[in-house]
């Protein structure tokens, strides 16, 4: 691959930023410019809405300043057009900026076409389809957003390019993992996480979501292909009138007229979900990946004035699109994979009006994956790296919202859980972290995922007995819990090695039963219940499980 020569265009300047960084992104800055000595390929981590592309227009600013020169290639026109004015806000002024595009031609702030053809100047915005078959302009600092794409054929060739050239690389993403679940270790060699989603909603930078479990389509028997759902058949699945209906129906429920983005399985789905929402007398329109761009661009601004209320979409709206005023998301595609399932729920996390998102989870992905406002723990190993499983979830029985198990107040209706109920899930969330910190020392080892999850079963009915004084379900299910591990590593891990088994044996033996501040309620046995005159349960030290259960495995 070749590099165009080009000198670096006197473009003016640097003109003060239109805005300022918050604290975290100042962190970020400083971070970013001492990591990037050492990691040639630096993977930088922020929840969607954080600002990422503020970040990077900032350190663009900085090295423009210094005399570099700079590339930041995004996959998706939309996001080219926003990078392009953020790095513009940042200072860097207009003609010290192009882009690199098919016809390059970007939609301005007005909406209107505004051509950004400036190959002389030393900022250079790309589109990595057009790039690829290009010679490439110089660049001393590379950003790549939507990193969780390098990995790809086309990233990869222009990466290797500019990295044999002496360059940087700096990948963005909110998501540092692959559609198959796979890590990005091979595409970068450090990964920082700038902030944690928890954070940025305590803070206010986003707004905490109000999450709905829906009623999700039976995808028994529905292949799986590069780790996620065939989407033909979750289209002969999903694509009814029925279930269409079904959407619409939650939204009027639900929605309060906010404007909303409903992602679904295939075109005709999309289609299929519009249409049910014209019938119903909302203002609907559908986008595609073969959308026309003046089209697409027009519905859009639509749904950005309010003219339209619902954008059914297949596929475009997932990344790189940012509408603060969007606020209802409809996840109707069913999905394993985390990074999608993040990416699409973030569309509407933007603070906006002191509105609070609504979350409808048509597609089960709330179980599979968790609250979107969960922290997460990211590697550049892959998905085994993070902690493993959703952090458990209960409904809110006033309103029916989905809350963390451990919540003492439902954030939409304010409806006050009952004490028992949320010691129960206290217990259950302390045993959950036991089980993922095992999983990390094994070497995340599908026998222990599913001895987490095993374990968690066995609290959960644990928790329950508390309130009946009656332990007899809990030692039952500990019973049950052996048998099933043993039948696990049997026929699942016939190669399992004695280290291996001896790790496990003693994580179980190790682990104290289920319990708060060092100690238990031991749940007495029918023959061992106190008496009614304000006897209670015989409180012992923290011991191993074994003392419950005899364990061998």
Not at 81 to 92: L, P, R
Not at 227 to 256: F, H, S
Not at 323 to 334: D, E
Request: net charge positive.
């Amino acid at each position: 691959m070749c590099f165009s020569s080009a000198p670096t265009a006197a473009g003016g300047s640097l003109k003060p930023a239109t805005f300022t960084a918050r604290d975290y992104q100042e962190t970020a800055i400083a971070d970013a410019r001492r990591l990037v000595v050492t990691h040639r390929r630096l993977l930088l981590v922020l929840p969607t809405g954080g600002g990422k592309t503020c970040i990077a227009a900032l350190i663009i600013r900085g090295a423009i300043a210094k005399g570099r020169r700079v590339l930041f290639l995004a996959h998706r026109r939309e996001i080219i057009a926003q990078s392009f004015w953020k790095i513009v806000d940042a200072g860097v002024p207009e003609t010290s900026a192009g882009v690199v595009m098919a016809n390059g031609r970007i939609t301005d702030r007005t909406g209107a076409a505004y051509d950004a053809r400036r190959p002389l100047a030393p900022v250079q915005v790309a589109s990595v389809q057009t790039l690829v078959r290009r010679a490439q302009p110089q660049a001393d600092l590379v950003f790549v957003d939507e990193a969780h794409h390098n990995t790809a054929d086309s990233y990869q060739a222009i990466a290797s390019a500019y990295l044999a050239s002496g360059a940087k690389i700096v990948g963005l993403t909110a998501t540092p993992c692959r559609g198959d679940g796979r890590g990005l270790g091979d595409a970068f060699d450090h990964l920082h996480v700038i902030a944690q989603t928890s954070g940025l909603i305590a803070n206010g930078y986003l707004s905490e979501p109000r999450c709905w479990t829906l009623p999700s389509p039976d995808l028994k028997g529905v292949r799986v292909i590069k780790g996620d759902y065939d989407q033909a058949e979750l289209d002969k699945r999903l694509n009814t009138t029925k279930l269409a209906a079904d959407i619409v129906r939650e939204y009027q429920r639900l929605g309060d007229g906010r404007t909303a983005v409903v992602f679904c399985v295939s075109v005709a789905h999309s289609k299929n979900v519009c249409t049910q929402f014209n019938a119903a007398g909302i203002p609907a329109e559908h986008l595609d990946a073969e959308t026309p761009t003046d089209v697409r661009d027009a519905i859009l601004r639509r749904l950005a004035d309010g003219t339209t209320a619902v954008c059914c979409n297949m596929g475009v709206l997932t990344e790189g699109w940012d509408l603060p005023r969007a606020k209802y998301c409809a996840v109707v595609r069913p999905s394993k994979s985390l990074g999608l399932y993040l990416q699409m729920v973030g569309r509407v996390l933007r603070p906006w009006q002191g509105v609070a998102p609504i979350i409808a989870d048509h597609g089960g992905c709330i179980k599979m994956h968790g609250l979107p406002q969960e922290d997460r723990e990211w590697s550049l190993d892959g998905k085994e790296k993070v902690a493993p499983g959703a952090a458990p979830t209960k409904e809110c029985p006033s309103c029916g919202c989905t809350v963390p198990a451990a919540a003492r107040v439902c954030p939409n209706c304010g409806y006050e859980f009952p004490e028992k109920e949320i010691e129960a899930a206290q217990i259950t969330e302390l045993v959950r972290v036991e089980a993922e910190a095992a999983q990390a020392k094994l070497k995340t080892d599908s026998a222990i995922l599913m001895l987490r999850k095993a374990v968690n079963s066995a609290v959960g009915k644990y928790a329950r007995s508390l309130a009946l004084a009656n332990g007899t379900e809990f030692h039952a299910e500990i019973k049950s819990l052996n048998t099933a591990i043993v039948r696990h590593f049997k026929k699942r891990r016939p190669d399992m090695t004695d280290d291996e088994l001896r790790a496990a044996r003693q994580w179980i033996q190790d682990m104290p039963p289920p319990g708060l501040s060092g100690t238990i309620v031991v749940p007495p046995a029918p023959h061992e219940r106190p008496a009614p005159n304000g006897g209670v349960p015989e409180r012992k030290p923290v011991t191993a499980l074994g003392d419950y259960e005899t364990w061998t495995l």
